[in-house]
C-alpha cells in the first residue's frame, strides 16, 4: 500500500462551514474505529447507498467514492462525491489528535475540505464533523447556493443522521456487548 494523504490542518479561511457535533456514550477506540472503516457505512446507515475505495493508502484512508441519500418527505435526492481520505488514529506519533479528514476531489462539492474531529470524555466521546467550502463554481451563485442550500440542506442533512447512525452503533457494542462487524483498515 502506498503512502497516505497528507491533507493538513483544515482550513479556515472558507465561506462556508457547517459543523455537526453529537456526544457518544462510548469509548474513543470504539467510536473512532466505526467512523474510520467508512466501507461499512452502507451496512450500518441507511441513507448510504455505497462506498468504494479506489485505492487504498497504508492508513486506511485513500481515494474514496462515496452516494448517500437526502431525504426529502417521501423522496430521496440522490448525492454523490470522490474524496481523498487520510487517517489519524488515537495515540498517533507527533500528539496529533485523532481524526478522518476528507478532500472532495469529484462531483458537485469538489473542493470541500472535511474533518472529523474526536475527542474523550470521562462518560464516552465528543464527535464533531466540520465542512467548508467556498462553494462551487458557478457564476454569481456559487457561495449562495453553497451557504443557503448545499450545506444547510445536504451537508448538515446527510452528516447529522451519518454521526447519528454511527453513534448509535458505538453507544449500542458499548453498552449491551453487541458486535458491529469493523475491519481494522
Do not use: C
Request: no cysteine.
Amino acid at each position: 500500500m502506498t503512502t497516505p494523504h497528507e491533507l493538513g490542518a483544515i482550513p479556515d479561511d472558507r465561506r462556508m462551514t457547517v459543523v455537526d457535533k453529537r456526544f457518544v456514550a462510548a469509548p474513543l477506540a470504539v467510536i473512532f474505529k466505526i467512523a474510520a472503516d467508512v466501507e461499512q457505512w452502507p451496512a450500518l446507515l441507511p441513507h448510504y447507498r455505497f462506498v468504494r475505495f479506489h485505492n487504498k493508502r497504508r492508513d486506511g484512508g485513500g481515494l474514496v467514492e462515496m452516494s448517500a441519500n437526502r431525504p426529502f418527505a417521501l423522496a430521496k435526492w440522490r448525492t454523490w462525491w470522490t474524496s481523498l481520505m487520510s487517517i489519524t488514529p488515537p495515540g498517533s506519533a507527533g500528539g496529533r489528535p485523532p481524526s478522518i479528514r476528507f478532500r472532495h476531489v469529484r462531483g458537485v462539492t469538489a473542493g470541500m475540505e472535511v474533518e472529523w474531529q474526536f475527542e474523550a470524555t470521562k462518560r464516552g466521546t465528543t464527535v464533531r464533523i466540520v465542512h467548508v467550502w467556498n462553494g462551487p463554481a458557478w457564476p454569481l451563485i456559487g457561495e449562495l447556493a453553497a451557504r443557503r442550500v448545499i450545506g444547510p440542506v445536504f451537508v448538515h442533512g446527510i452528516a447529522s443522521r451519518t454521526l447519528a447512525g454511527l453513534a448509535h452503533a458505538a453507544e449500542r457494542m458499548a453498552t449491551d456487548g453487541t458486535r458491529t462487524e469493523v475491519s481494522s483498515g
